[in-house]
């Protein structure tokens, strides 16, 4: 199952696009293959799609802010890009609003947050 | 009055049946003429509280229904479980408690995303929540 | 107007025919008994309906859904085929297609039910009178139940389509309303404005948040200015909707600039203690849009005079 969340590497930049409904082990996973990926590129930044995503519960938003503030301890900037108006409706009713992670609408916006200048 | 249409039950007992029950239940609510929100809404509730049972109860049922009250169709999801029960439900109800060391947004969370909200608890003989999602007019 | 929608509205299938027709005993034998009295429904249908519309028309408020003598004329042709069928021997899903426009139609011209329920009423005493000239007191009897068995069930039908079509319309000016109680401009490009006009109860501040996360998504905005300049009252219900509609502004890569923000708003604001940290506010629009237009990387400036 993890083979279907491919981590992409694009310089310094790994490019996490989660296409797939994540379970709660698939989650945890995920998260340390990234980490591990971090360490072993040496990456400066770190870009995870959501696009795919139609809901996102407590469970998986509270690994992707953690995944973002681990990525940041090892040097590696995060942003998380592509959450549907209607993930961000629901993350904020229930109460939990990310803080400390870094948004953008879409993959360019993305990579230029980060620094990065996609060549067109 | 409020009318059962269709009823399924469905187990809760393992990790799996998480993504399981949730799916079914956004299929569902996809059906029942929810717009896009409704249906995010009802389906990470649905997620959190499937998650609890089997989490924090080790297992238990989901009874998913579609319901009408005539003029609205609805559905309604019950999760019930056999587990030690919830404690100090008025701090879990605050949001923010957990006893597992996670958001404890859960409850708090969901009772937030629908229209209806009840839960029954006892500690030492279970656990069992009911909400309902209904379609705008 | 779609019948059939109704019918699936009201989930009006056999099974439902069945058990409605049998809580409201409409039997075989009843719609045999009233098939038989077509000669007589003919016969006395022109003077029947002439009576039932001399009391319509003779009462003020209903008087007024009958404009004209041509309006009169229509639908005493329709009433006629209404009338007709109650001799028709038949109460199947066509029969209640044929009823459901009953309440549709009344619905629309704005007639409420306790109006038909009278003239249902008016119905039965006429025809009543009429069974009891033409035939024995006995069978008469039996016509005139069998009568008010299919009418009852007739009225059931209309009420809950008339119910059905009321839902309805009440959706279809809610939604007119939710377009105009939530507006958003495009005032540059990635720039969006939402002004805010009246009061925000809990429902308005919901459709306002996902109205608006739609919108920053679909063209992709940067900055989203919302205007509170319009909204009389702001108090802790409005206050957190806002905050809750800036973080989820956020969770999709853009940001808020609140303004209209006048001396008794800021105060509210301070003494709920409500959280205003990650929030660009401003007292003015047009301060607002200024400072979209400066986080764009743009400026606004005077053109130099000419000459
Ligand atoms: N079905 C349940 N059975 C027993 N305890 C529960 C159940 N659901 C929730 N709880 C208790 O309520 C707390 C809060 O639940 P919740 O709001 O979902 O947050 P979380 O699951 O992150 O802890 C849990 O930590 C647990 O102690
Ligand atoms: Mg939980």
Redesign the pocket.
Same mark, same amino acid.
Request: proline content about 4%; overall charge negative.
């Given at each position: 199952m993890i083979g279907s969340v491919p981590i992409l590497r694009i310089g310094r930049t790994l490019l996490l696009s989660i296409q797939l409904e994540l379970s709660d082990a698939v989650a945890e996973t995920l998260q340390n293959d990234v980490l591990l990926a971090i360490e072993k590129h040496g990456t400066s930044s770190l870009v995870i799609d959501i696009t795919g995503f139609d809901f996102v519960d407590t469970y998986v938003a509270r690994i992707l802010a953690e995944t973002s503030k681990m990525a940041r301890l090892m040097g590696t900037e995060t942003v998380i890009v592509g959450m549907r108006p209607e993930v961000a409706a629901t993350l904020v009713r229930m109460g939990y609003t990310m803080e400390g992670v870094r948004f953008a609408l879409d993959l360019d916006e993305g990579l230029g947050l980060l620094g990065h200048v996609i060549a067109r | 009055m409020v009318e059962v249409i269709s009823r399924v039950e469905v187990p809760i007992a393992c990790e799996d049946d998480v993504v399981v029950v949730r799916r079914r239940v956004r299929v569902l609510a996809g059906q029942r003429q929810l717009d896009s929100f409704a249906v995010a809404a009802v389906t990470t509730a649905t997620s959190?509280l499937v998650r609890? =049972?089997f =989490?924090?109860?080790g297992g238990g049922k989901a009874i998913l229904e579609e319901v009408t009250d005539g003029t609205r169709y609805g559905l309604r999801a019950t999760f019930i479980?056999e &587990?030690? &029960?919830?404690d100090d439900l008025e701090r =879990?109800l605050r949001g923010g408690? #957990?006893?597992?060391h @996670?958001?404890?947004? &859960?409850? #708090?969370g969901s009772r937030r995303l629908v229209d209806r909200f009840e839960i029954e608890t006892e500690p030492g003989k279970g @656990?069992c929540v009911k909400i309902e999602k209904w379609a705008p007019f | 107007m779609d019948h059939q929608k109704y019918l699936k509205l009201l989930r009006f299938d056999e099974a439902e025919l069945a058990s409605r027709r049998a809580f409201f005993k409409v039997g075989d034998e009843d719609l045999k008994r009233l098939a038989d009295l077509r000669a007589f429904a003919e016969q006395h249908s022109d003077a029947v309906i002439d009576a039932f519309y001399e009391m319509l028309l003779g009462h003020a408020e209903t008087k007024r859904f009958f404009p004209d003598e041509a309006a009169v004329r229509r639908v005493k042709r329709l009433q006629r085929d209404y009338f007709l069928g109650l001799f028709s021997g038949r109460c199947d899903l066509e029969y209640v297609q044929d009823r459901l426009r009953v309440g549709a139609a009344h619905e629309r011209i704005g007639l409420s039910p306790k109006w038909y329920l009278g003239a249902y009423r008016q119905y039965l005493a006429l025809l009543r009178t009429k069974l009891l000239a033409d035939f024995d007191a006995e069978r008469a009897e039996l016509c005139a139940q069998s009568l008010e068995r299919l009418v009852f069930f007739d009225m059931s039908i209309a009420i809950d389509t008339y119910i059905a079509a009321n839902v309805e319309t009440i959706g279809r000016h809610q939604h007119a309303i939710r377009e105009l109680s939530t507006p958003v401009i495009r005032v540059h490009d990635r720039i969006l404005l939402m002004p805010l006009v009246g009061t925000v109860d809990s429902l308005r501040a919901s459709q306002i948040m996902e109205t608006l996360l739609v919108r920053v998504v679909d063209e992709k905005a940067r900055y989203v200015i919302i205007d509170i300049a319009g909204v009389p009252v702001v108090d802790t219900k409005v206050a957190d909707s806002l905050v809750k509609t800036t973080s989820a502004v956020r969770l999709l890569g853009a940001e808020t600039i609140l303004t209209g923000i006048s001396p008794p708003i800021a105060r509210t604001i301070v003494q709920l203690g409500v959280e205003i940290v990650n929030m660009h506010t401003r007292a003015r629009l047009q301060e607002g849009i200024e400072l979209a237009l400066e986080l764009a990387g743009k400026v606004i400036v005077d053109r130099k005079p000419t000459g």
């Open positions: - | 959190e609890n =049972v =989490v924090h109860a479980d &587990g030690p &029960g919830i =879990v408690y #957990s006893t597992a @996670t958001m404890g947004l &859960g409850l #708090s @656990t | -």
